[in-house]
């Protein structure tokens, strides 16, 4: 019964990795510093420079919805990746009142989806 349990949280509240992890939604707005109190080090981390005329990856695509330039040219993005088991999860932070903050996050099975 428990495993029906995760599975539907996992299915339904797509946010969750198991029933004893946090749910992600919960850390945007978090800090750089706090993000990687709850999370850790992440085993990677990158800085996008998003633009008008940017192509992301296609893990990143909804980079394209979530971001809008307005009048600027040019947008950084910092993001960061962990590894549970077999999630991979990103999340991007962006430059707010002099603080990285996390913004939008995704999070997927590498055994089901490979980017």
Avoid: H
């Avoid at 029933?19 to 085993?43: A, C, F, H, M, R």
């Avoid at 992301?56 to 979530?66: A, D, F, R, W």
């Avoid at 990103?90 to 996050?105: I, Y």
């Amino acid at each position: 019964m428990k495993s029906i349990i995760i599975f539907s949280v996992l299915i339904f509240g797509g946010c969750m990795i198991n029933s004893n992890d946090q749910n992600l939604e919960t850390l945007i707005g978090y800090k750089e510093v706090q993000l990687i109190k709850e999370l850790g080090n992440p085993v990677q981390s990158d800085t996008i420079f998003y633009s008008k005329n940017i192509r992301l990856l296609e893990y990143q695509s909804s980079l394209y919805n979530t971001i809008d330039l307005g009048n600027k040219n040019e947008l950084i993005i910092k993001e960061y990746i962990w590894v549970r088991d077999n999630f991979k999860i990103v999340f991007w932070l962006e430059l707010d009142n002099d603080e990285w903050s996390a913004f939008d996050f995704i999070i997927w099975d590498q055994k089901k989806i490979s980017y």
